[in-house]
């Protein structure tokens, strides 16, 4: 019996894409480990064209290896067919999304997420170069002349979707290297191409204002000389800057539904899969530069950590959480073992070991 057990369990981590094992087999209790090197992070229009398409490839490449997922649905029932290991992160993001948003862990609970999805492109897909992220700031009087959306085959986010040409089109991006001439397809919620649908009003909310309110360099500023301390209040911030992000491109990244998925199987599926969308990485990168330049603000701020803001006006807020802590293991699927958030608060320290260049 002690021999089919030990044989099952080597034939699951056989078939386990190194990335999964990530953090779980470096000894992270008990064994302090230092920076070999620190990575770099860098903005997206200052890599070359051959730094960005690089990155784009290993994108792709991730996309590329596909194998059957072991672990099970909402439901305990086993998830059919084959989905790539980029498609993993999707799942992963919808499994346990109610550890990833509005509550005290989305900073870091996305900070440790990021970290997985540029180790997995290491790691399986050889990737060395820079981290990018998206400074939206430097674009808010203008997102859609942005230089994250190039249409360059080889190394082109692309733009927005074709949402009109006919009624299939379903906002399919049709430029850069993500089109459906570079055979990039997803598989959560279902099969299908990237979507994107760029717009400043969506019309999704009563009397809305427009969706680059938040993401000037004052707002920004603001947002981090205003709340020295509060972690609270700075983490509210940065989720308001990350959803006016996701809900300006639309598409996978907003969480809106593919066509050919029914309204029925659609329904609380909003946010799951917006990894879907290249895009989510450098967007989160971005809000993750930001908290790195909150904690650095300040002495206070490297460690401040709570579900609570300093100041309070209303203890029935239910955005409060008395019970928030930094010891709290957070949860990623079969992406990486429970993570607390004490152990990615410093981003140049092992197992984290990375730097974002204006930090220098």
């Known amino acids: 019996m002690g021999r089919w057990i030990l044989f099952l369990v080597l034939a699951i981590l056989a078939v386990l894409p190194s990335a999964h094992l990530s953090y779980a087999d470096e000894g992270i209790e008990g064994h302090p480990q230092k920076c070999s090197k620190l990575l770099t992070r860098k903005e997206w229009r200052t890599l070359t064209n051959r730094e960005k398409a690089e990155w784009v ?49 989305f900073l870091p609970w996305h900070r440790w997420f990021t970290h997985l999805f540029d180790t997995s492109l290491r790691r399986n897909c050889g990737y060395s170069g820079p981290t990018p992220y998206w400074d939206w700031s430097r674009d808010h009087a203008d997102l859609f002349g942005s230089p994250v959306f190039e249409d360059s085959p080889e190394y082109g986010l692309g733009g927005t979707g074709d949402c009109d040409s006919f009624p299939e089109a379903d906002c399919i991006v049709t430029t850069g290297a993500f089109a459906p001439t570079g055979n990039f397809e997803l598989s959560w919620p279902i099969s299908h191409r990237l979507r994107r649908n760029l717009t400043l009003i969506t019309g999704w909310f ?155």
């Open 57 to 105: 490839g290993a994108v792709k490449c991730l996309a590329s290896i596909r194998h059957e997922r072991l672990s099970l649905t909402k439901d305990q029932t086993v998830l059919e067919g084959k989905r790539s290991l980029y498609d993993d992160f999707s799942y992963s993001h919808a499994s346990v999304e109610h550890s990833a948003h509005r509550n005290a862990y």
């Open 206 to 360: 009563p009397h809305e204002l427009p969706q680059n309110r938040t993401l000037s360099p004052d707002f920004v500023r603001n947002s981090t000389e205003q709340t020295t301390g509060d972690f609270f209040r700075f983490q509210h911030a940065m989720a308001l800057l990350h959803n006016h992000v996701h809900n300006f491109v639309g598409g996978d990244l907003a969480g809106d539904c593919p066509k050919i998925l029914s309204e029925e199987d659609c329904q609380g599926m909003a946010i799951s899969f917006t990894p879907n969308d290249p895009l989510f990485w450098l967007h989160h990168a971005q809000i993750d530069r930001l908290w790195s330049k909150w904690q650095r603000h300040h002495p206070s701020n490297f460690a401040a950590f709570s579900g609570m803001p300093l100041t309070l006006h209303n203890m029935t807020d239910p955005r409060y959480d008395l019970d928030a802590h930094a010891d709290h293991q957070m949860t990623f699927d079969v992406q990486s073992v429970p993570v607390a958030p004490k152990r990615v608060f410093d981003t140049e320290s092992w197992p984290l070991c990375y730097r974002y260049t204006d930090e220098e």
